[in-house]
C-alpha cells in the first residue's frame, strides 16, 4: 500500500534535485557585474544553450541591458541545443568532433581575440565541450583528429590522459583560449562532470592552466599504441605547442567557478 506514494516522494524528490542544478536556477548569482564593453558569451557542451539563455535572462531581463551588449556563440552536443534570444547555439559531434565543430570554434577563436580591455569573455563550460570545441593545430585536418579521437577512446586510455593528448593537438584547448582572450576580463563558469572537479579536465581547461606536458601526450602515444598521422607527430615535437603552465601571468586576471557537478 506504500509504494505508490513511495514512488512519488521519489520521484518529487529527483525532480527537485535535477531544478536545482538546472542553469536557470543556479547560475544567475555567479555571474559577473556587467562591464563597460560588450559581454562576450562562449558556450561549450551539453549545456551551452542552457547556460546562455540563463545569462541572458539575467543580463538582459534582470540587469535590463540592451541586446547589442551581448554578443558570442555556443556548441553544444547534437540534441542538447535550445532556444536564445540573441546569442546563437550551435549543435556539433560527440564524442567524435565534426565540422559543424570546427567552423563553429573557428568563430568562438575570432570572438576571443577580438575582445577588447572593456569586454568581458564569460566562457559557459560543461560536459562534451571538448569534443564541441574543435580546432585542429598546424596541418592536422578534422578527419586525421577524428581518427585520433576514435583510437584514442578505444585504446582504454582514461579521460585524463585522452584530454592531454586532445590539448597538445588543439588552437583552443589547454589554456589556449585564454591566450586570445588576454586583452578582456575573462572568467569560466562551468558544470563539472570529471573527477575531483579538475578545471584543467573540464572541456579539456581551454581556460586554465594546463599541467600537462608535450613530454606527457608522447607517452600517453606510446603506452597505447596509438598511430599517430605524420601532421600530429610533427605538432608534438614542436615545443611551440607546449601548453601555458600553472604561474603563467596569463591567467593572473581570469577566474574560474564551478558551479555545479
Not at 140 to 169: D, F, P, Y
Not at 179 to 203: F, G, K, M
Request: proline fraction near 8%; glycine fraction near 10%.
Amino acid at each position: 500500500m506504500t509504494g505508490q506514494p513511495n514512488r512519488q516522494i521519489l520521484g518529487a524528490i529527483f525532480d527537485a534535485a535535477v531544478a536545482a542544478a538546472h542553469p536557470s536556477g543556479l547560475l544567475a548569482r555567479h555571474l559577473p557585474a556587467p562591464p563597460k564593453g560588450r559581454i562576450v558569451l562562449l558556450g561549450a557542451g551539453k549545456a551551452a544553450g542552457s547556460m546562455i539563455a540563463a545569462a541572458e535572462a539575467n543580463y538582459l531581463d534582470t540587469l535590463g541591458l540592451p541586446a547589442e551588449r551581448l554578443i558570442g556563440l555556443g556548441v553544444a552536443r547534437q540534441g542538447y541545443g535550445c532556444s536564445t534570444r540573441v546569442v546563437p547555439v550551435i549543435e556539433a559531434g560527440h564524442p567524435v568532433p565534426d565540422q559543424a565543430g570546427v567552423d563553429a570554434t573557428a568563430r568562438i577563436l575570432d570572438f576571443a581575440r577580438e575582445a577588447g580591455p572593456d569586454d568581458l569573455v564569460l566562457a559557459l563550460l560543461s560536459g562534451g565541450g571538448s569534443a564541441n570545441w574543435i580546432a585542429p593545430a598546424g596541418a592536422l585536418t578534422l578527419a586525421e583528429k577524428q581518427a585520433i579521437t576514435r583510437a584514442l577512446l578505444r585504446s582504454g586510455a582514461v579521460i585524463g590522459e585522452i584530454n592531454c593528448v586532445r590539448k597538445h593537438l588543439s588552437r583552443i584547448k589547454g589554456g589556449r583560449l585564454a591566450a586570445l582572450a588576454r586583452h578582456a576580463c575573462l572568467v569560466t563558469l562551468a558544470i563539472s562532470d570529471v573527477p575531483r572537479d579538475e578545471p584543467s579536465a573540464i572541456a579539456s581547461g581551454p581556460t586554465v592552466p594546463d599541467p600537462t606536458s608535450l613530454a606527457d601526450a608522447k607517452a600517453i602515444v606510446a603506452r597505447y599504441g596509438i598511430d599517430l598521422p605524420a601532421s600530429a607527430r610533427t605538432l608534438l615535437d614542436d615545443p611551440a605547442m607546449e601548453t601555458p603552465k600553472p604561474g603563467d601571468p596569463l591567467f593572473a586576471g581570469t577566474a574560474f567557478t564551478i558551479v555545479a557537478r
